[in-house]
């Protein structure tokens, strides 16, 4: 009788457990839904956390920015090269500028397969008017206003700031800024043209097929290497007061032809204009795609002592601090990088410059209090605990949002075009036993404090249909400062 019970139980069982299965399978949530309602939720939430707080109280806050800008020329980078005859190369090598046509293929390949963001100046004017003119013929080609500090002062302006904007630009292009940017320089006939070569993540060149969706750029600049809107920009800033000085677009400087001590006078002449300005201003440096080991170098004597606040990009940290460290500089490093690495490249860059600046009896420059770091699945923000940075937490939503609007070029964000390629949860570091924090779908940015700092991290819903990478890091380092001010 047991024997026979237990096992019409086991029948029955089964058929129970069928039927559910067949229920289930029958109301299953198919995949795709689940992804998109996560999605979905992650969405609102990141919008609820960026739209939590107001700015400066509801006052325009001011905000200086230089250096420069130019007119970009953006086309798709594969349809390029191919025009111009570039379809096979031998080897991908890196160069730090650029002189011939094999170079430039060399170069493109270098940093094309893995993704990663790179800009080089093209010493050869011949070859450069060749790329302009063979981009213009590009179907689908478009023109914006270009250049790290104009982004910024536009994305500024738009997010409610008033605006000083150090660079010199044509008449056209003052015209096109918005009316809350005012300009400070001089006046040129011809903006400088920087072409964008953009690629979607799995595009194919010769080869080599992209991982990831990014940008390479040239540019032939001879006007912004020169920051000669300084002089203008620093007597401006004298009645500006701004509450924010964002200096960026440094990079104009990397491998150009420079005479003797130029670059390090011009250098030293922004670090005095930014050890003379207010405690009341904060100031934030962008770094930015640099091989030129000298200008890396002057820019850790003369500009990074003179900043409360860092904004930087996966392959910028790695390279600031492996020269900090007193290694080479880094020209490559992994494009998606995990939380844990770029948390634990945060510490010690963080640590390796404050030391710097305590150990430095005289020292008139400013600590560090805010570093910001922005990668393709997250953003991360570490700030200081009782700094003048306030809303920490809704500035890395905003900073994430931001990135999914400027990558799908469009304010509002379609959760069908995005992605989360941050994992489910994360580990704080990669020193053993560490702490790991799973990614709440409700609570999309995770915050917590150490040592003397809070440290928050956002996933970001990376855009599917890429409208334009370049100037990303900048409209996005722009979003998250505004918020903090
Ligand atoms: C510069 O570029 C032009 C056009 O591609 C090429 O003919 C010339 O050889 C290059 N000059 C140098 C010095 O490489
Ligand atoms: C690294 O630095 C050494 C010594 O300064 C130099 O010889 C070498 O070429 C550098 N390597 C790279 C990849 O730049
Ligand atoms: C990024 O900044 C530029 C320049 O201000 C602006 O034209 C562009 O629309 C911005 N991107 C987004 C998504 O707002």
Same mark, same amino acid.
Request: glycine share 8%.
């Given at each position: 009788?047991? *024997?026979?019970? !237990?096992?019409? $139980? =086991?029948?029955?069982?089964?058929? &129970? @457990?069928? #039927? %559910?299965?067949?229920?289930?399978? +029958?109301?299953?949530t198919?995949?795709?839904?689940?992804?998109?309602?996560?999605?979905?939720?992650?969405?609102?939430?990141?919008?609820?956390?960026?739209?939590?707080?107001?700015?400066?109280n509801?006052?325009?806050?001011?905000?200086a920015?230089?250096?420069?800008?130019?007119?970009?020329?953006?086309?798709?980078?594969?349809?390029?090269?191919?025009?111009?005859?570039?379809?096979?190369?031998?080897?991908?090598?890196h160069?730090d500028?650029?002189e011939?046509?094999?170079?430039?293929?060399?170069?493109?390949?270098?940093?094309?397969?893995? *993704?990663?963001? !790179?800009?080089? $100046? =093209?010493?050869n004017?011949?070859? &450069? @008017?060749? #790329? %302009?003119?063979?981009?213009?013929? +590009?179907?689908?080609?478009?023109?914006?206003?270009?250049?790290n500090?104009?982004?910024m002062?536009?994305?500024?302006?738009k997010?409610?700031?008033?605006?000083?904007?150090?660079g010199?630009?044509?008449?056209?292009?003052?015209?096109?800024?918005?009316?809350?940017?005012?300009?400070?320089?001089?006046?040129?006939?011809?903006?400088?043209?920087?072409?964008?070569?953009?690629?979607?993540?799995?595009?194919?060149?010769g080869?080599?097929?992209?991982?990831?969706?990014?940008?390479?750029?040239?540019?032939?600049?001879?006007?912004?290497?020169?920051?000669?809107?300084?002089?203008? $920009?620093?007597?401006?800033?004298?009645? &500006?007061?701004?509450?924010?000085?964002?200096?960026?677009? +440094?990079?104009?400087?990397?491998?150009?032809?420079?005479?003797?001590?130029?670059?390090?006078?011009?250098?030293?002449?922004?670090?005095?204009?930014?050890?003379?300005?207010?405690?009341?201003?904060?100031?934030?440096?962008?770094?930015?795609?640099?091989?030129?080991?000298?200008l890396?170098?002057?820019?850790?004597?003369?500009?990074?002592?003179?900043?409360?606040?860092?904004?930087?990009?996966?392959?910028?940290?790695?390279?600031?601090?492996?020269?900090?460290?007193?290694?080479?500089?880094?020209?490559?490093?992994?494009?998606?990088?995990?939380?844990?690495?770029?948390?634990?490249?945060?510490?010690?860059l963080?640590?390796?410059?404050?030391?710097?600046?305590?150990?430095?009896?005289?020292?008139?420059g400013?600590?560090?209090?805010?570093?910001?770091?922005?990668?393709?699945?997250?953003q991360?923000?570490?700030?200081?605990?009782?700094?003048?940075?306030?809303n920490?937490?809704?500035?890395?939503?905003?900073?994430?949002?931001?990135?999914?609007?400027?990558?799908?070029?469009?304010?509002?964000?379609?959760?069908?075009?995005?992605?989360?390629?941050?994992?489910?949860?994360?580990?704080?570091?990669?020193?053993?036993?560490?702490?790991?924090?799973?990614?709440?779908?409700?609570?999309?940015?995770?915050?917590?404090?150490?040592?003397g700092?809070?440290?928050?991290?956002?996933?970001?819903?990376?855009?599917?249909?890429?409208?334009q990478?370049?100037?990303?890091?900048?409209?996005?380092?722009a979003a998250?400062?505004?918020?903090?001010?």
């Open positions: 009788m047991e *024997g026979l019970s !237990s096992s019409s $139980f =086991v029948k029955y069982g089964s058929f &129970f @457990s069928l #039927l %559910v299965f067949v229920l289930a399978y +029958l109301f299953r198919p995949p795709d839904a689940m992804l998109h309602d996560r999605l979905d939720n992650v969405l609102s939430s990141l919008l609820r956390a960026e739209s939590k707080v107001g700015m400066n509801g006052a325009r806050p001011k905000v920015i230089g250096f420069g800008g130019c007119v970009d020329l953006i086309v798709d980078g594969v349809s390029l090269m191919n025009k111009m005859g570039l379809t096979t190369i031998d080897q991908p090598l160069h500028y650029i011939n046509a094999q170079q430039l293929a060399q170069s493109f390949a270098y940093f094309f397969a893995p *993704g990663a963001a !790179s800009e080089r $100046f =093209v010493m004017k011949t070859l &450069f @008017s060749e #790329l %302009v003119e063979t981009s213009r013929g +590009l179907p689908g080609n478009r023109w914006a206003v270009g250049g500090a104009p982004v002062a536009g994305r500024m302006a997010e409610g700031c008033d605006v000083l904007l150090g010199s630009f044509s008449p056209d292009f003052t015209e096109v800024l918005s009316q809350h940017i005012m300009v400070a320089g001089n006046v040129v006939e011809e903006p400088d043209i920087h072409l964008i070569l953009e690629y979607p993540a799995g595009a194919s060149w080869d080599y097929t992209s991982r990831r969706a990014n940008r390479y750029i040239v540019h032939s600049d001879d006007h912004n290497p020169y920051l000669d809107s300084m002089e203008d $920009f620093a007597e401006k800033l004298q009645d &500006f007061h701004p509450d924010l000085l964002v200096v960026g677009g +440094l990079q104009m400087m990397d491998n150009f032809p420079f005479k003797s001590d130029e670059r390090e006078d011009l250098l030293s002449h922004l670090a005095d204009m930014l050890s003379s300005s207010s405690a009341q201003t904060g100031v934030h440096f962008e770094m930015a795609s640099f091989v030129d080991e000298g890396m170098k002057d820019l850790l004597n003369l500009v990074v002592p003179n900043a409360d606040s860092l904004g930087m990009n996966e392959q910028e940290l790695p390279n600031l601090l492996s020269l900090l460290k007193g290694s080479n500089i880094t020209v490559l490093s992994d494009p998606n990088p995990r939380v844990a690495t770029v948390l634990d490249q945060m510490r010690e963080y640590r390796l410059l404050n030391r710097r600046h305590d150990e430095d009896a005289d020292a008139a400013r600590r560090l209090t805010r570093l910001h770091v922005h990668t393709l699945a997250f991360a923000m570490m700030v200081e605990r009782g700094s003048r940075w306030k920490t937490m809704s500035a890395t939503a905003k900073a994430s949002l931001t990135a999914n609007r400027h990558v799908c070029g469009s304010p509002d964000i379609d959760p069908g075009k995005a992605r989360l390629i941050m994992d489910d949860s994360f580990s704080i570091s990669r020193r053993e036993g560490s702490q790991r924090i799973a990614l709440e779908e409700s609570r999309p940015v995770s915050c917590w404090h150490e040592d700092y809070q440290i928050c991290v956002a996933p970001v819903l990376v855009c599917t249909e890429v409208y990478t370049a100037g990303g890091g900048d409209n996005i380092s998250g400062l505004v918020l903090q001010i």
